[in-house]
Nanobody, 126 residues
């Protein structure tokens, strides 16, 4: 079992960068695929990016491809989301999630994840 805790959100201007971190407690972090989701006010929670236990297997939603980068550091029990060229439409609460999976599987649906953080607010002004 892991408990994700997000950090790194804030208020930035369009074009700026932020790096979100998600530290997950527990000794079996490497057994979990990790995902980032976001939820804007009045909208459903949506998939942003996910990384398999194998760090080379990564998926992104089309709207962030080329701007966001997900990575993981198993030695630090942490997954990161580097967000560059931020846009006002990226404004949302960003959530980190974990699921114990096979080595190469990447879950991308909200319902597939078992453990969620409390979220961190990212606000991008125009």
């Amino acid at each position: 079992q892991v408990q994700p805790v997000e950090s790194g959100g804030g208020l930035v201007q369009a074009g700026d960068s932020l790096r979100l971190s998600c530290a997950a407690s527990g000794r079996t972090f490497s057994s979990y695929a990790m995902g980032w989701f976001r939820q804007a006010t009045g909208k459903e929670r949506e998939f942003v990016a996910a990384i398999a236990r194998s760090p080379d297997i990564i998926y992104y939603v089309d709207s962030v491809k080329g701007r966001f980068t997900i990575s993981r550091d198993n030695a630090k029990n942490t997954v990161y989301l580097q967000m560059n060229s931020l846009k006002p439409e990226d404004t949302a609460v960003y959530y980190c999630a974990a699921r114990a999976t096979a080595y190469v599987y990447v879950p991308m649906a909200v319902a597939e994840y078992d453990y969620w953080g409390q979220g961190t607010q990212v606000t991008v002004s125009s």
